[in-house]
DNA sequence: GCCAACGTTGGC
DNA sequence: GCCAACGTTGGC
């Protein structure tokens, strides 16, 4: 596994993570003590890699609705613990269990993410589709059902300027 | 509720 | 290693 400080990309990075908000929503993490949560659950190989090499404290991620009416995206939330071991999947009752997960090798890993402002106004899947700039980001791609994505820069500073949130965390 | 797209599993 | 079957995601 990849030790703290060994993720050598530019920082911030940025990234979109989905989560449906019936079952948690970016009120909720709002609501959660020190507006900071665990990001667990996740159980794909493609997301578990990018908590493992590329996803760093610091990096900002866009907190999108799935499954919503509407879907989009509700807020802007920071990476405040990187990728520690996911205690759910050595957990027999619960969801996520995954039985076949050595302990000495956890197989799957989390993070911890903090809200920091919600975009004065929601932007919809709907408007990110319509905005040619976004053409190439892959929440707007058919089939896409990656639950972490990485985003470009640019894209960042376009779903902001859409959302309302001009400023620093523009960047 | 429907169903397309995708990831995983398991037989061979 | 192939690929059909299955379960899940997620927009509509």
Redesign the pocket.
Known sequence: MAKTGSKKRARPRHWLV?S?PGAFSWQDLCDSPERTTCWDGI????ARNFIRDEIAAGDLMLF?H???KP?GVAGVAEVVREAYPDPTQFDPAAKYHDP?SDPDDPRWLMFDLRAVEELPSFVT??DL?ANPKLGEML?V???????IQPVKAAEWREVLRMGGLQGSMAR
């Not at 791609?141 to 639950?147: D, F, K, P, T």
């Open positions: 989905k449906e159980r794909n190989y493609q999108y799935s499954v919503a879907t076949g899947l709907q589709k929440v791609q058919r089939g896409q059902r990656l639950s």
